[in-house]
């Protein structure tokens, strides 16, 4: 039976002219260092029409896809309103890339037409002659004239592309699941794999964006959008904004803790979002140069976890409530925030609310060990975490036939590569990297809680554990120690191993202990499990056995 | 470009096992008229489970229709949740019709199976032998045993049907635009007309219910659900709770001021929605007997508009917070939601409020003239409300090959019947019902805002105002008067003309006044003006003509 209602797509489109009429006087505020410069959604429609216009004379089609090499500023989130509305696809190159990864992510995306900042053309001129497939660079709040693109490649103006267009566009209905936008992972193993979002995916998940939740977006709010645009479409929030009418703040290029501070100030935010680093750089300011920021309700910050302390800090000194949030590419971004339950109370709160979070209506969760059995959700069982819904990336984009799936999924299920356990009312929380989680006699145990155990000894300076192959146990941990000077006389193995008996099991302890004078680390600052490994298995490592 | 996102449909079997998991704690309590029964969301999968087994064994398959006959209750939630998950279809049958109403809209469902609340066997035993499709009948905390039903229908009792079933079920993955429910329109003129929800249509509704713009649901909250189940599912709230993880607070049959107070303050909702009139009888009863109800942060009245006066007691004297929306059967409920722009202040704030409200971004609005050209949304210019979106009708069911679309839609978009005015900002008010609005020389007169200008005048009792032929303008109002006792000397229709002439422009002004004994009503107490107009053709109604 089928139902009666009608048939429409969710459509971004739809969204923008929502936004534009409804939520007319809602703004688009960009920082410039002193003050700001401000746009209403109002505005946002028209000049969205312009630019449709105006790409469509550039020969930009359906599908087509259209990149920016920008800041989160207004005339970035005008690039967002367009593009997808039109048919084409929006790609947010990110900008912190290597210029090898910025060339690799342009060509597999196949872009046409990029849009770069005034401030960021230098570093664009030096990628730009690799792009293979980009024929028209768009030049916004910078020189067109000053611009240096090899031959081929025509390069324009914003104001004036727009300028004198008609402020209305017949944007086309289009299928919900055609493409709407892509973003790359971040590929700190091989190369950086495309996920391609829908106009259902993004709809749906703004649309969770918008309620409590998540974060609970409403007309009156100012969100401060820290998260890049090029970071996972930053969160959502430019859909989210245009769905809830709430206005939104974008930092440009000023991300230090003094102009943050100091645009804060001059726009009062209610809402914001951004990774942890953010937040430890102004919680240093604002010890030295205290500020009211209690304007913010509440703050989501993912990525990677923050300290309890620091969200202490904020709670207790400035009033501002942090919350975490787990997401990745892969996941559109949100897929659990910590929200604690309405029963919770004291520091059953403050446990709830250091997990990654509570999982939203449409991500679909299990954990899985080794053998591909499902591991149960009692909050102490490991496994890896598999996700799928709507909002789910299925494959890898390909610009050939066929989708990249290899390996990343499990019969319509994203295996996240990540290793938790989830709590019977739906608390996910994360101890491991699948690739680092050290499996021994069946059982796991969570290299990351043991090398922070470690760590916490005032002796050690810094600690990381591994696995290594055992012939019984398959794999056991070993511990790379690094102590602090003039501790060596203090502390030996067996003092350690007796510090961990407190917090694991007997079988859990480790018999491998190596005392090093550096861990090896990434180009990013994270220990280097794959270097620790492999000088193990060279016998390059020197460890003292216990047990 | 297909994007590279997961294909799983919006499901309410995924719905239910997200709620029974993640929110397995949330609660249904059921008011029992001194104390409360309550179950866990944990509880609702279980019993969901066990009763789509016994539906199952019933002979209950894809697309069949299931009714209910009940109050909001407990069970019923569990019915609601079982029955689309399992692909059949919930009809909740509206025990405020008539007995032939019932008879016609279960006949026409083609209902199989129907629930019945102990409470409401006589009632329903009472249409029963006129029903033609229904086999099975399950009396839910009652007595199967002295149920009297014709020959060919089961009776069954509620309890003993799930007792000993498996606690899980393999609800099947089915098509989001399938049938999931269906609800019939009151149908004051002509037969009931059924419109059937899809999964998609419910799944998107109950989001945009839990989010700030809407009701704003959260874990924590206790919705109180006095809107019946069988009054557009409730307006979402058993789905919207089961996504947020909000509780839900039913009345069972104490819909009186009394019971519902002493319900409201052993059980401290923090939300609730019901029609005005309920709120009308608390406000009268807690002028005499104070109770503090400031437990309420928000409620939301549809269904008609309440009287300012009565929202500011509300929000003054009892610190709750009344928010008008606007729907109807054929848009799942929610269309507009009356919570004011953050900018507004004073009594501006209060003309946003007595609005209809603000449109949700899934549905998408115009006005239409007589002559089907669009309406500006200038805030004044009054035209037919038409709207369109995943959530609203586009035909209404038939039994047979082809939907009944009769007059109701306008290439793709549903006429809604309802005039009125939208402003920039995308608020509604609606001033009149189309076939009451009188088109005089091309332009629009609200019968409805000038019956209500007559009827402020302080010696008017009742004043209808209806349109009657006019060679020259097409129409012309004409006003029926009842005036106060003692009165008939003290005015005339020069007064009462003159006295409207403050708020109405000099061509709107009515010539005809027909003063009269009584207005004739309807069977639900509104002005009759089809009697009227007829009286005036026939003419039987004596009137005075002005100018």
Chains 1, 2 share one sequence.
């Not at 599908?63 to 920008?70: E, L, Q």
């Not at 914003?158 to 209905?173: D, S």
């Not at 050690?460 to 690094?482: L, N, Y």
Request: net charge negative; with cysteine; proline share 6%.
């Amino acid at each position: 039976m089928l139902s009666t209602m009608q048939d429409g797509p969710l459509s971004l489109a739809n969204l923008l002219r929502y936004a534009a009429s409804v939520h007319a006087d809602a703004t688009v505020t960009t920082w410039t260092g002193a003050t700001a410069r401000r746009r209403t959604f109002g505005e946002l429609g028209t000049r969205a029409a312009q630019l449709a216009h105006a790409l469509r004379e550039l020969g930009v089609g359906t599908s087509d896809r259209v990149a920016t090499f920008m800041w989160n500023n207004t005339e970035h989130m005008e690039v967002y309103a367009a593009v997808p509305a039109m048919g084409a696809v929006l790609h947010a190159l990110n900008i912190r890339l290597s210029p090898e990864q910025i060339v690799f992510t342009a060509n597999h995306a196949e872009d046409r037409v990029v849009f770069v900042d005034g401030t960021l053309t230098s570093a664009f001129e030096e990628v730009l002659p690799r792009l293979r497939t980009v024929r028209h660079v768009i030049v916004v709040n910078g020189d067109a004239a000053g611009f240096r693109a090899p031959r081929g490649v025509e390069v324009h103006d914003y104001e004036p592309l727009l300028a004198a267009r008609p402020g209305a566009y017949g944007f086309p209905v289009l299928d919900e699941r055609s493409a709407a936008a892509m973003c790359y992972t971040s590929g700190t193993t091989g190369d950086p794999k495309g996920v391609v979002y829908s106009h259902r995916s993004l709809f749906l998940h703004a649309m969770h964006v918008t309620t409590p939740a998540a974060m609970g977006l409403t007309t009156g709010d100012t969100c401060l959008a820290i998260v890049p645009m090029f970071h996972i479409n930053s969160w959502s929030l430019p859909f989210a904004s245009m769905l809830s009418g709430a206005s939104l703040l974008m930092p440009d290029r000023f991300l230090q803790p003094e102009p943050l501070l100091a645009m804060m100030e001059a726009e009062r935010p209610t809402s914001a979002a951004a990774v942890p680093t953010i937040w430890t750089g102004l919680a240093a300011r604002l010890a030295a140069h205290p500020q009211d920021i209690s304007h913010l309700r509440e703050v989501v910050v993912g990525g990677s976890a923050m300290p309890v302390t620091l969200m202490k800090t904020f709670e207790e000194q400035h009033r501002v409530k942090v919350v975490h949030g787990w997401g990745m590419t892969e996941t559109s971004s949100v897929g659990t925030v910590a929200h604690p339950p309405a029963r919770a109370t004291g520091e059953d709160v403050w446990r709830y609310r250091m997990s990654q979070g509570r999982f939203a209506p449409l991500v679909e969760f299990r954990l899985k060990d080794d053998d591909g059995a499902l591991v149960p959700h009692d909050g102490k069982s490991l496994g890896e975490l598999e996700v799928r819904g709507p909002w789910i990336t299925g494959s890898y984009y390909s610009p050939g036939d066929e989708p990249v799936e290899a390996g990343s999924f499990d019969d319509g299920w994203l295996r996240t590569g990540d290793v938790g356990r989830i709590s019977p009312d739906g608390y996910l929380t994360l101890v491991d990297r699948a690739k680092d989680v050290i499996k021994s006699g069946g059982e796991w145990i969570s290299s990351i809680d043991m090398e922070n155990d470690v760590m916490a000894h005032p002796a050690v300076a810094e600690a990381a554990v591994f696995g290594v192959p055992d012939e019984r146990w398959d794999e056991r941990p070993c511990v790379a120690v690094v102590l602090r000077d003039g501790e060596a006389d203090s502390v030996d193995a067996a003092v350690l191993r007796e510090h961990l008996a407190g917090n694991w099991a007997k079988w859990q302890l480790p018999e491998r202990w190596a005392f090093v004078a550096e861990i090896p680390k990434t180009s990013v600052g994270k220990f280097d499990k794959k270097v620790l490994r492999r000088q193990y298995a060279e016998r390059r490592l020197a460890f003292v056995r216990l047990g």
